[in-house]
């Protein structure tokens, strides 16, 4: 037998036929690795054995936990004061969410929508443009950044005309 199969050997003990109780045995006498910790473990079950028998008094602890339920359930004004701050606060943001004012943004639907509605319902034919200048002041004022064509260029954006 070797280590390991002692090892394994020893979390069955009880259950071991006469021949490998002597095996068991006989290795246990030949190392000392293995006896030192069969001994710790034997050690371990005798004291947890020793502590698990202690007759325990809990009687103070009993005492003592009910004693702090017991003072906690009582009515304070602090209590009282925690549990109607926190549905107030939650209500007064969720209100300030609600009517917060919102500025819609443009889209390109409604841009559509309006171009549309100018050029076939109003009959306004919408003038392109292909001045670079015009076009640079028309996205300027759009995205409010003087240099966005230069940087939309290096990406592959050209824009010949503009409505």
């Known amino acids: ?14 259950d071991l036929t006469q021949d490998e109780r002597l095996d068991f045995e006989s290795h246990l006498a030949d190392c000392a690795d293995c006896y030192t910790r069969s001994s710790d ?8 054995c020793a502590v698990l028998s202690e007759p325990i008094d809990s009687a103070p602890l009993k005492a003592r936990a009910l004693h702090a339920i017991a003072s906690q ?10 549990w109607t701050l926190v549905p107030v606060a939650a209500l007064s943001l969720m209100f300030a969410f609600l009517h917060h004012p919102r500025t819609p943004e443009p889209s390109v639907l409604t841009d559509a929508i309006e171009d549309h509605t100018q050029e076939v ?6 003038e392109w443009t292909d001045n670079q200048q015009s076009m640079r002041n028309q996205l300027s004022s759009w995205t409010g950044d003087p240099d966005i064509s230069a940087k939309l260029a290096p990406h592959g954006y050209h824009l010949s005309r503009l409505r």
């Open 41 to 48: 473990a034997y050690l371990d079950c005798l004291v947890r």
């Open 121 to 126: 319902t109003q009959h306004l034919p919408l």
């Open 1 to 14: 037998m070797d280590c390991r199969e002692f090892q394994y050997t020893a979390a069955c003990r009880n």
């Open 73 to 82: 359930a009582r009515f304070s004004p602090r209590n009282w004061l925690n």
